[in-house]
């Protein structure tokens, strides 16, 4: 469940109530349980008396289907009261639904306005948000130095895949100067919250020509990762293994055998290159 900013101005303890009873629900995971509905009698009442956080969490109890039907009309409907009183939390939800057509015609332009002004505010997702659309130039014109700006920000605040994004520009020299040393500081921190595409783009670091990270140290620390709790990191880190064992065999103990296992164990996990490495190294021609 997203989290739900509180609003004690009105009715804090009808609102206190309502989300125990949701959180008895999801404990059980009987949507259609009385908890659910008394619930939700709780919310429209809070909502009723103008309580932005009750009316934020009706938008996502319609937009998921949490003890009723779904319906994206009423959702969106909720979130837009929501957004009136402020809150940020149904700002954010209004414009994902504003940049995928849920509920509402899709308009990339009022999903923009809407992540960019929250992005002002200091809301950490939506910084990110703004930091990609302007990364990858979707539904706002490519600006590198603004997504370095806005994914700096983000991940000032512990946003995992903003501090790979900021690991890449740094890493690139995009919307600013190249610098190495903090590409890999940022890019091992978006490996720790479970980014497997930072992993990628520190693999990419490591074949910079002013790299001074030794070989034995790439494998130290990719062995570690071996015991990630996200699988696709462990997984990416089998894949990098292998590539590394290929490019230094002299330092995995049983060279080719090693090598072919970190790409045997990664296709295993649905690694496409991994699969393509194996099967070359298996002597299957393309």
Not at 233 to 248: D, M, P, S
């Amino acid at each position: 469940m997203a989290h739900l900013y509180s609003d004690s101005r009105v009715l804090p303890d009808t609102i206190r109530r309502a989300l125990t009873f949701f959180y008895r629900s999801r404990f059980t995971r009987n949507y259609s349980s009385r908890y659910i509905r008394r619930a939700l009698v709780l919310l429209h009442e809070a909502a009723e008396h103008g309580n932005g956080s009750a009316m934020s969490f009706l938008g996502l109890a319609y937009g998921e289907a949490w003890g009723v039907p779904q319906d994206l009309q009423k959702a969106v409907y909720w979130l837009q009261q929501a957004a009136t009183t402020g809150h940020r939390l149904a700002r954010y939800n209004l414009a994902v639904a504003y940049d995928n057509g849920l509920g509402v015609p899709r308009n990339r332009v009022q999903a923009w306005l809407l992540f960019r002004g929250l992005a002002a505010e200091g809301y950490r997702d939506a910084q990110f948000e703004a930091a990609h659309r302007l990364f990858y130039g979707e539904g706002v014109v490519q600006n590198y130095a603004q997504a370095r700006y806005w994914a700096r920000q983000a991940a000032r605040q512990g946003h995992s895949e903003a501090m790979q994004l900021l690991g890449t520009c740094l890493l690139r020299g995009l919307g600013g100067p190249t610098h190495l040393a903090a590409a890999q500081r940022w890019l091992k921190r978006a490996v720790a919250g479970g980014s497997c595409l930072a992993l990628q783009r520190l693999a990419e670091a490591w074949q910079h020509p002013t790299n001074t990270v030794r070989p034995e140290e790439r494998i130290c620390y990719l062995q570690q990762l071996l015991e990630a709790r996200s699988k696709a990191v462990a997984t990416q880190a089998l894949y990098t293994l292998g590539c590394v064992g290929l490019q230094y065999p002299h330092l995995l103990p049983a060279r080719r055998a090693n090598v072919t296992e970190y790409f045997r164990w990664a296709a295993r996990f649905k690694h496409q290159g991994a699969a393509l490495k194996f099967a070359q190294l298996q002597g299957e021609e393309f």
